[in-house]
């Protein structure tokens, strides 16, 4: 039987753990393995420029705090997604810029997807 690429394969087991609306805006950038969980970190995706910044000469000014989101938990260990969000400023200014995204539910720091399964299993 044929097998997926490596990239292929990659690429679906990215899905296994990121909601595939997260990877319209951002991108993985590297996973870590901790004693208690993994980290999945995603960094926003380069062209996603503030609407404030649009038809502006923007130049990249660092990133904004990051945000841990609990998505699943696997091997008795918690996977956790690290966004992290790009800063932009118009050049020659120093007013920064970030994307604002809806991520997770109001009052949890978890995927919509995670929120429902707990709900599921908890009755």
């Known amino acids: 039987m044929p097998h997926?690429?490596?990239?292929?394969f990659i690429d679906q087991a990215m899905k296994m753990f990121v909601p595939v609306e997260y990877l319209q805006d951002f991108e993985p950038n590297y996973i870590e393995?901790?004693?208690d969980e993994w980290i999945i970190e995603l960094?926003?995706?380069?062209?996603?420029?503030?609407?404030?910044?649009?038809g502006k000469k923007v130049v990249a000014d660092g990133y904004?705090?990051?945000?841990?989101?609990l998505t699943h938990a696997f091997s008795?260990?918690?996977i956790y997604l690290r966004m992290v969000r790009r800063r932009w400023k118009e050049e020659g200014s120093t007013k920064g810029y970030c994307?604002?995204?809806?991520?997770t539910i109001p009052g949890m720091k978890t995927t919509p997807e995670f929120r429902d399964f707990l709900k599921e299993i908890g009755g």
């Open 99 to 103: 994307n604002e995204y809806d991520l």
């Open 4 to 8: 997926a690429k490596q990239s292929d």
């Open 64 to 69: 904004c705090n990051s945000i841990d989101i």
């Open 43 to 54: 960094v926003e995706k380069e062209d996603r420029i503030p609407e404030a910044l649009k």
């Open 33 to 35: 393995e901790l004693p």
């Open 76 to 78: 008795l260990k918690k």
